[in-house]
């Protein structure tokens, strides 16, 4: 009778518990935050650096499927209004990948590419040329200095890592070190 009741009241309790919202669902109906950003691309050629109107641009997002794709203005640029997940590395801003492909020209794929307003990322591509490989390169996206400053110093200092000594008369930024703190 004991067993009963205490399982009663255990059970009460757990249904006043979630009624009143003391229980919150961890992963089933969380949301996902999301970088909003409008992102310039600026397609030019490799020889001469001219811009390149009628180059698509294809985005494709984290899980792997196209989001969206356009073709450049005459000025080279196609500046498309993307939502994506943010990245975990980071802490506000989302990461795409870019493929650019121009007639008379390989392609490129630009891997991270930052979603963060204000970003502007140069595809540049290679003219096709006989008896040469015409195959497709890679590059980097254009991360802001800043932005890699940030990373470095979230993961440093999530491992303990230790700053490098100043050098002396450089004000600024200072390098971490690859020794961990010694703890006391």
């Known amino acids: 009778m004991r067993k009963m009741r205490l399982m009663f009241v255990s059970t009460l309790t757990f249904c006043v ?10 992963h089933g109906f969380a949301q996902q935050r999301t970088a909003t950003a409008t992102i310039r691309f600026r397609v030019v050629s490799a020889d001469d650096f001219r811009v390149l109107p ?53 392609e490129n794929v630009v891997f991270e590419v930052p979603v963060k307003q ?30 890699v400053i940030e990373i470095v110093n979230r993961y ?13 008369g450089e004000f600024g930024y200072s390098p971490w070190s690859p020794n961990l703190k010694s703890r006391r």
Do not use: C
């Not at 518990?17 to 961890?26: K, R």
């Not at 008896?131 to 254009?142: D, H, K, P, V």
């Open 17 to 26: 518990a979630s009624l009143l919202g003391y229980f919150q669902p961890i």
């Open 54 to 106: 009628g180059a698509r641009v294809i985005v494709v997002g984290e899980d792997g499927r196209i989001i969206t794709s356009g073709v450049t203005n005459t000025d080279g640029i196609w500046s498309p209004s993307l939502t994506v997940p943010l990245d975990p590395r980071f802490k506000d801003i989302g990461i795409v990948t870019a493929i650019g492909v121009a007639n008379e020209h390989n």
């Open 118 to 147: 204000g970003t502007v990322q140069p595809i540049t591509l290679y003219p096709i040329q006989p008896r040469l490989r015409n195959e497709a390169s890679a590059s980097l996206g254009q991360l802001h200095h800043l932005d």
């Open 156 to 168: 440093a200092q999530m491992l303990g890592l230790s700053k490098q000594p100043g050098i002396v």
